[in-house]
């Protein structure tokens, strides 16, 4: 299968997360593939969500960045302990921040910006504490 990121890229993506996380109690996760084969993306973005475990955080608040490259879709979901305390629209402005960079095909960059963005919105709502655990993976995973 064609890489998705470089290996460059990849270290991009984790030290944004890395960042990110400093800002925030919350978790980042980032879940990559060529396709969607769901009808809908969300719904291949929560099965994923269920699937990495992202639901197993203290205060429910992971977050997953989904990206289908060839498909050219793309979700940004929270889990229900973000959900519960933010308006319906709270993943636009992340969302938004990336679309530029993903006409383009530069992924890492998209994902950095996201990444970043989600890091500002969650500090708010769910700031960085000092005895703060890592409760999921900083990592990127890999689909189809």
Request: contains cysteine; hydrophobic residues 40%.
């Amino acid at each position: 299968m064609r890489r998705i990121l470089s290996i460059g890229d990849e270290a991009r993506v984790l030290a944004a997360i890395h960042s990110a996380e400093l800002q925030t109690s919350g978790e980042v996760r980032v879940h990559l593939e060529h396709k969607c084969e769901e009808e809908e993306v969300l719904d291949r973005a929560a099965w994923l969500f269920k699937e990495l475990g992202m639901e197993k955080t203290e205060q429910r608040n992971g977050v997953l960045i989904y990206l289908a490259t060839k498909s050219k879709r793309f979700a940004i979901i929270g889990d229900c302990g973000i959900n519960n305390v933010v308006p319906d629209n709270f993943w636009d402005s992340a969302c938004d921040a990336m679309i530029p960079f993903l006409r383009k095909g530069e992924y890492a960059n998209a994902l950095e910006v996201g990444i970043t963005q989600v890091g500002e919105l969650l500090k708010e709502k769910f700031p960085y504490q000092t005895d703060d655990v890592n409760e999921l993976p900083d990592s990127i995973s890999y689909g189809n």
